[in-house]
């Protein structure tokens, strides 16, 4: 049971900076990770057919027999997390916006959140905003057109550099001291976040504390692979398989799967 892989998804590429995370933490254990980039992005579905993308994804990782599934994708997660945790017996961990710690330790008491239009129009994120935006300004953007941008192979280009700005413009005039990434595919465009926001302003993302959470349920549950064996990685895309190569690095295989 302990070597079976953790299973990952995403609508795309973007989750792939959440399987970074957890290779670090949990070096021995195998993964599959199933980016579902011919539908993405999720983030402009309607939550029945982000559910129904989710519950395929989930599907076809417990086939290959993962033993916890995490679900890379803030979209997914906010949206279809509740319903996956009722009908599948495997553990889930999912991904949300870090609003916490950034309205916990902002000084200016504002709090930028860029994220897609899926996740901010969600029931799970408008309680956590609910809960920690009473003394915290929290400023939501869409991040309309980032992700096919990222799918594309066009992360850090002039267009995306151009759209960043006119999302950030009404965070700086707020004077935000935190920006929250609430897309997994967001890390990627760190080169320009800091080249775009002053010195002054946190970037944060969860996906170090998913793979922390991970760790605590793999432990919890007696599931950890015991074995001292770096762990074993395989990608599949049902798009392009040199985006997300680039992403990764050289180090990883990707193959195509048409699913
Ligand atoms: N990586 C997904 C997320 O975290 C992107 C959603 C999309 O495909 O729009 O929300």
């Not at 999720?42 to 995490?70: A, F, M, R, V």
């Not at 941008?149 to 006119?166: F, H, R």
């Not at 760190?190 to 944060?204: A, D, F, M, R, S």
Request: net charge neutral; glycine share 6%.
């Amino acid at each position: 049971m302990n070597t079976q892989p953790i299973g990952i998804f995403d609508s795309g590429v973007g989750g792939t900076s959440v399987f970074k995370e957890v290779e670090a933490l949990l070096p021995h254990e195998n993964t599959i990770y199933l980016a579902d980039s011919a539908n993405a992005p999720y983030g402009n579905k309607t939550p029945g057919d982000i559910l129904n993308l989710s519950i395929k994804n989930t599907e076809w990782l417990l086939q290959q027999h993962c033993k916890l599934i995490i679900v890379a994708c803030n979209t997914a997660t906010t949206n279809a997390i509740s319903y996956l945790r009722q009908h599948y017996s495997v553990p889930f961990i999912g991904i949300e916006p870090a609003i916490k710690p950034a309205s916990l330790n902002s000084k200016t008491k504002a709090v930028g959140i860029l994220a897609t239009k899926g996740t901010l129009s969600s029931q799970l994120f408008y309680n956590t905003a609910n809960i920690y935006g009473s003394d915290v300004k929290i400023i939501e953007q869409i991040g309309e057109g980032i992700v096919p941008l990222i799918e594309s192979g066009q992360t850090l280009s002039e267009e995306m550099k151009t759209l960043l700005k006119a999302y950030l413009k009404p965070m700086l005039q707020a004077n935000i001291d935190y920006l929250v990434l609430g897309c997994t595919h967001y890390p990627y465009l760190l080169p320009l976040l800091l080249e775009l926001l002053p010195p002054q302003v946190k970037i944060i993302d969860s996906g170090e504390a998913v793979a922390r959470q991970t760790k605590t349920v793999l432990e919890q549950q007696n599931l950890l692979n015991t074995s001292l064996k770096q762990g074993k990685h395989q990608f599949y895309t049902n798009a392009s398989v040199t985006v997300m190569a680039d992403l990764l690095g050289a180090d990883y295989k990707v193959d195509f799967l048409r699913f």
